[in-house]
């Protein structure tokens, strides 16, 4: 993993050529730099561009650290909580002689997890966050789906396919075609945030853009969008395990 360290002399960043017209600056989830330049646009030029962006990158990395930072802090052991459509369920981390138990169950507000006795706390901790991984990913299959059906009755459209995957830099992907894609952390996120992705996944079935059309369809099916949208701004990045 790269450093996230920042001094004022030195940002480092990799420089991609293609054939575009402008200079593209990302800050990556993982906290690179990637900057996208025209093939014949100066060395120079790209710096100075990118001394314009840094601002913009200085805010991005600092969000980026904090975000690794907290997932760090995430133990993977009893009392840790892990976010569930706007709940907070607890981990209950139970040590057990008997095999094939690494799975979570849910109780309410806790999630009890079974790991094999006298495992090494690395692995442990990788014992509990797969079985919490596939947990949560069985639960947005089932979620999912149910909300795109509810989504789908208020739209008046619905996917053909819903997909949920690792989504580095999305929340979900729909068009013309009816195939839907769904981030599965935003089983991470609160009910009406998932609703709102949902809505607005099937509005671009026919506004594939992000026009004004686009934002008036949305807000015809689901009132609380620009909250919703501004919640997923705002707190996307923490939505991770
Ligand atoms: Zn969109």
Request: proline share 4%.
């Amino acid at each position: 993993m790269p450093e996230l360290r920042l001094s004022s002399e030195t940002l480092d960043y990799e420089i991609e050529r293609r054939r575009r017209r402008t200079v593209g600056v990302a800050v990556r989830p993982d906290g690179r730099v990637q900057v996208r330049a025209p093939l014949t646009t100066p060395q120079s030029e790209v710096r100075r561009i990118v001394e314009r962006f840094r601002p913009w990158i200085e805010k991005r990395l600092e969000e980026t650290k904090e975000r690794l930072r907290r997932k760090r802090l995430r133990s993977f052991d009893s009392g840790d909580q892990v976010p569930f459509l706007g709940a907070s369920l607890v981990l209950d981390v139970v040590e057990t002689d008997r095999a094939g138990l690494d799975e979570a169950v849910r109780e309410d507000a806790t999630l009890r997890v079974f790991v094999p006795r006298g495992l090494e706390l690395a692995q442990r901790r990788a014992v509990v966050r797969y079985a919490v991984l596939r947990w949560l990913l069985e639960q947005a299959r089932e979620v999912f789906h149910e909300k795109h059906k509810a989504a789908a009755r208020r739209v008046g459209k619905s996917a053909r396919r819903v997909v949920i995957k690792d989504m580095a830099t999305r929340w979900g992907s729909c068009g013309p075609d009816r195939k839907m894609s769904l981030n599965w952390r935003l089983v991470l996120a609160p009910d009406a945030v998932v609703d709102y992705v949902l809505v607005h996944e099937l509005c671009h079935i026919d506004v594939p853009d992000h026009s004004q059309k686009f934002w008036r369809k949305v807000a015809e099916h689901c009132d609380g969008w620009k909250e919703q949208r501004r919640w997923l701004r705002r707190h996307g990045d923490e939505l991770d395990l």
